[in-house]
């Protein structure tokens, strides 16, 4: 494990330290987007693809397996059933295009993912890497594990490699099971502004909305005057996920505020720009977030939050299945999404105390770390303060949302409690289970989710 100590250490000592980004998307073989002819492949519609890729092992198998005997073989038959259930016909040509090349595009990811990747595990760990090559080959053909994910989940090691099938996956979550079981809830999750109104119409403590912008318009919603206030802002899209377009404005006195780049506006300036830019990409202002004291040292600037998973146990009542807590380290000020490059460690649900951490794991060469990278705060072993209160807010928040099954909940702890920050309805599962380092197909979760596709009828009984 390595310790952020060490590399401050390092660094003391003229070493150059420089902690990696999260490597690229499974389609960044070609990095963000590429170029064909007229045509633009996007990052999104890349990784739709290789999700299609990933089923293809599933899909087969399942077809000349018997009936299931448990709550993840039902899952995975579930999913093979839906398999070809498309919902445009873009998606129709990702599904025959995936049965059709599969082989070379396994063959590809394998090359990007084991090149950027083997030698530095098998330094680490001693899986050698032809090991790691007969691994992922082994993983792919009987539970859909691409190379990305071999990486990600950690499975040259060998605990986590025993138990590689109890390890859910997002083509099957993101592309089917948390859309049939979540469906077809129409509480707020997606709209950040209606979001914020529901929460507040329900007295659930999240954070607030100064204003709104859309369609060229402002719509002020705190008390007072219909101007921003004189302290730091938060600005995010309405739609966006992941912290995509997020940006940090600290409030600078007299002269207004200033951004992490560096840009100045007065609070005219900033609330003109916000109109203007409306009209394309409609956007919410919040004021910023500061963390717990207790906590304080764990951030780098950007506001940490734990992502808390619930989901409907057999009563309709919400369960607490798993979390983990999330740190910015490096350049990253703004946002602490584990897809921008932060990083996250377990939380362990009974007492709030947090494990190593690590960013995806993509790009292995940042490891696993007992102490923050920027702040040399210890991670590993620290107790998060009002834990028990978070873990109540988010119950009581699916409370409000409760037409949907599976929700994911960013809550960020602050010294006047655990506050909202949004819910997702299809909850990231890697961002959970490369910080445990076990699928959570194993758990209760696995089981809530068998519970529900029998209730909905979309599953034979076990």
Known sequence: MVDAGDLKSSARKGVRVQVPPSAPSTAETVRGTVEHGDQVVTLKAAQKFAYRVAGVPV????????DPTDALELIRDTYARHYFRTVSAVDRRRVWRALLSWPMVF???????????????AERHGRSVPAQVADQIRLYLRHGILPRWYYIFSLYEERPRRHARDFLNRFETKLAIFRLINWPGSSPLNDKAAFAAHCRSNGIDAVPLILVARRGKLDWLGAGKEQLPPRD???????????????????????????????????????????????????????????????????????CTARIMTCLDEQDGAEVVAAVFRMAIG????????HAGGIAAEVGLADGRLGPASNLGDDVRLGWLSSHPDTGATIEGRQLPLWREACRLAVRAHKAFADRTVIGWDIAITADGPMLVEGNSGPDVDLLQRPMRRGLAAGRLGELIAF???????????
Do not use: C
């Open 107 to 121: 063959v590809s990811h394998l090359w990007t993912y084991t090149r950027l990747n083997g030698k530095v595990i």
């Open 331 to 338: 350049r990253n000020t703004v946002v602490d999404n584990i």
């Open 59 to 66: 899909i087969l198998r399942r077809a000349f397996a018997p």
């Open 452 to 462: 529900h596709l029998v209730k909905r009828k979309l599953a034979p009984p076990l």
């Open 233 to 303: 802002l938060f600005i995010k899209p309405l739609n966006a996920r992941g912290g995509k377009g997020a940006e940090r404005w600290d409030h600078a006195g007299r002269n207004g505020y200033r951004s992490m780049t560096g840009e100045t506006a007065s609070a005219t300036e900033l609330a003109s720009r916000l109109r203007e830019e409306s009209v394309a990409v409609p956007r919410l202002v919040q004021p910023r977030m500061v963390n717990h004291p207790d906590i304080a040292d764990l951030s780098n600037g950007a506001l």
